[in-house]
């Protein structure tokens, strides 16, 4: 049975003064377009076995290397600052649809809106040092396992949390276009700087555009270069959160 949803932080539509007319409808062209490519388009026979060794030995060698001693110092750490689980678990959209158990480090103090309402910058729920693992994207190495367990790719479309897949789905165009792949922990979206909190109805299409364009031009050489070029966000960004200063 179909689920009425709402969203407690609705997304803003965006004043004609800002942007035009004509802007809004190259918007609504380009998704025509962009879907219509979309259907034509299948990635090389041998790319799926390909992704799926590179997934299970990459999440594999993370957790053995460096998982095996960075949880016990994280969970202290936790644990310590804050009370609650080290872990968090929340059911995100997958492959076709199907929800998951995502896992996290706990980075919030435990909350009742945390399955559906989205996390805000200076959001009071964050703990001190949650604000250093969403920073580095620490909070998300847990997904390796999810990766591991083939829930999720390394590379693909975030998941987002089953309520709000249900309300996107009703008002953003081929939003489910997305679910026709393994979701990813990081993808193009991501090194775009399409991160964090959606406030504005136009960021989340842009969103779901680099989607498109990943599913569209997926590949073994697109899938490295999303992970290479994710490697160096997160080091920049934990740089600047460390010493304090912004690149130019």
Request: charged share 20%; aromatic share 12%; proline share 4%.
């Amino acid at each position: 049975m179909k689920q009425e949803a709402t969203l407690d932080l609705t997304l803003q539509k965006e004043q004609n003064t800002s942007i035009p007319q004509t802007d809004m409808a190259s918007i609504r062209y380009m998704f025509q377009e962009m879907n219509q490519q979309y259907l034509e388009h299948q990635p090389a026979a041998y790319y799926m076995a390909i992704k799926r060794i590179m997934d299970v030995s990459l999440s594999a060698l993370f957790i053995i290397t460096v998982m095996s001693w960075l949880t016990p110092i994280l969970a202290i750490i936790i644990k310590l600052t804050s009370k609650g689980p080290v872990f968090f678990v929340q059911k995100r959209t997958g492959y076709m649809g199907v929800e998951f158990n995502c896992f996290k480090f706990r980075t919030m103090f435990v909350n009742d809106e945390a399955d559906t309402r989205q996390v805000s910058i200076n959001d009071n729920r964050i703990t001190t040092i949650g604000k250093f693992l969403r920073v580095t994207h620490l909070d998300e190495t847990p997904q390796f396992f999810n990766v591991l367990l083939g829930d999720m790719s390394v590379v693909g479309p975030r998941p987002h949390m089953v309520y709000h897949t249900r309300y996107y789905s009703e008002c953003i165009p081929y939003y489910n276009l997305r679910l026709e792949v393994q979701p990813g922990m990081t993808g193009m979206a991501q090194i775009k700087d399409y991160i964090g909190e959606i406030s504005v109805e136009r960021e989340l299409r842009k969103r779901i555009q680099w989607d498109i364009y990943y599913m569209k031009n997926r590949s073994v050489w697109l899938d490295i270069n999303i992970l290479l070029n994710t490697f160096v966000c997160v080091f920049v960004k934990a740089y600047e959160m460390i010493t304090g200063k912004k690149g130019k």
